[in-house]
């Protein structure tokens, strides 16, 4: 079930320092949005906000609100790991279990909840998620192999298969196709466009065409300055940002002026 995402007034922190200050977005369910922006602008320390993965790092903390469908992922009692369950995330370079067979990687998040299911519901689900990744077909006959042994594009659909295994609300993703070529990033181009069928997929990219191409909204995020906060400057549909931005700031990043 896909869910929707809404910031309120959200600060993040690593340790002092405010890395992201004061971002309000609604994202709405079964959508795919795209956060685009300079380096060092917070893109993915808000990304990271969005499941609580950048808790990882000692001192990382939030101010102010997240709600997923309503409720609040950072309220009293609610479980971190619970959390990135239902906000699954996809990262910057495939990260296959290296050593695992295609199949054990797509059940890994099931293994690592601690699931029990028979063998046959075991195929099931890795058939599904192979399927939703696009990449059953180039799979079904060496599902018992590394996922090491796979193309980077395949290895990128493999991670994606293992985090749709969970049946995520959620799929965050950040900057999935720049260790890929061309051809494997149409590939997953492709897939983010069918993915929202489902879920809701929020994706960080510095490829402005890749924005503009699998996005239906936009929200381009600035900097005044080394040490100063990342803030959210302007959030729109994709087709406004890139052709009509309210702020000049937008116009001059998306037309290439800096960043
Ligand atoms: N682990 C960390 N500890 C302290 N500061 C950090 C950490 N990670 C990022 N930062 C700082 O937070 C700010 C935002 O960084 P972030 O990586 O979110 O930006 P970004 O827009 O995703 O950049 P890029 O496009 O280069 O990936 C930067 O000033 C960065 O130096």
Same mark, same amino acid.
């Given at each position: 079930m896909s869910k929707s995402i809404e910031a309120r007034d959200l600060n993040v922190y690593y340790g002092d320092f405010l890395a992201v200050e004061g971002v309000s977005i609604s994202i709405a369910s079964r959508s795919v949005t795209a956060f685009i922006g300079p380096s060092g602008c917070g893109k993915t320390t808000f990304l990271r906000s969005l499941n609580r993965m950048h808790e990882v790092l000692p001192g990382a903390r939030v101010k102010g609100k997240l709600l997923l469908d309503g409720d609040d992922i950072y309220g009293p009692g609610v479980d971190p790991v619970t959390v990135r369950t239902m906000v699954g995330m996809v990262f910057q370079r495939p990260n296959p279990f290296p050593t695992m067979s295609?199949?054990?990687?797509?059940?890994?998040?099931?293994?690592?909840?601690?699931?029990?299911?028979?063998?046959?519901?075991?195929?099931?689900?890795? $058939?599904?998620?192979?399927?939703?990744?696009?990449?059953?077909? $180039?799979?079904?006959?060496?599902?018992?192999?590394?996922?090491?042994?796979?193309?980077?594009? %395949? %290895? %990128?659909?493999?991670?994606?298969?293992?985090?749709?295994?969970?049946?995520?609300?959620?799929?965050?993703?950040? $900057?999935?196709?720049?260790?890929?070529?061309?051809?494997?990033?149409?590939?997953?181009?492709?897939?983010?466009? $069918?993915?929202?069928?489902?879920?809701?997929?929020?994706?960080?990219?510095?490829?402005? %065409?890749?924005?503009?191409?699998?996005?239906?909204?936009t929200a381009f995020?600035?900097?005044?300055?080394?040490?100063k906060p990342g803030k959210l400057i302007e959030y729109d549909d994709t087709s406004t940002i890139f052709n009509n931005p309210k702020e000049k700031s937008t116009e001059d990043y998306v037309s290439g002026r800096f960043g």
């Amino acid at each position: 079930m896909s869910k929707s995402i809404e910031a309120r007034d959200l600060n993040v922190y690593y340790g002092d320092f405010l890395a992201v200050e004061g971002v309000s977005i609604s994202i709405a369910s079964r959508s795919v949005t795209a956060f685009i922006g300079p380096s060092g602008c917070g893109k993915t320390t808000f990304l990271r906000s969005l499941n609580r993965m950048h808790e990882v790092l000692p001192g990382a903390r939030v101010k102010g609100k997240l709600l997923l469908d309503g409720d609040d992922i950072y309220g009293p009692g609610v479980d971190p790991v619970t959390v990135r369950t239902m906000v699954g995330m996809v990262f910057q370079r495939p990260n296959p279990f290296p050593t695992m067979s295609i199949r054990d990687n797509v059940l890994a998040g099931y293994k690592l909840n601690g699931a029990r299911m028979s063998r046959s519901e075991a195929d099931d689900v890795v $058939e599904r998620s192979l399927r939703g990744a696009n990449l059953f077909n $180039e799979v079904k006959d060496r599902l018992d192999k590394p996922g090491s042994g796979l193309s980077g594009g %395949q %290895q %990128q659909r493999l991670c994606i298969a293992r985090t749709i295994a969970v049946k995520p609300d959620v799929i965050l993703m950040d $900057e999935p196709c720049s260790a890929l070529d061309p051809i494997s990033t149409l590939a997953v181009e492709d897939l983010i466009s $069918e993915l929202k069928a489902e879920y809701t997929v929020v994706i960080v990219t510095h490829n402005m %065409q890749q924005a503009a191409r699998v996005s239906e909204r936009t929200a381009f995020f600035n900097i005044a300055g080394t040490g100063k906060p990342g803030k959210l400057i302007e959030y729109d549909d994709t087709s406004t940002i890139f052709n009509n931005p309210k702020e000049k700031s937008t116009e001059d990043y998306v037309s290439g002026r800096f960043g």
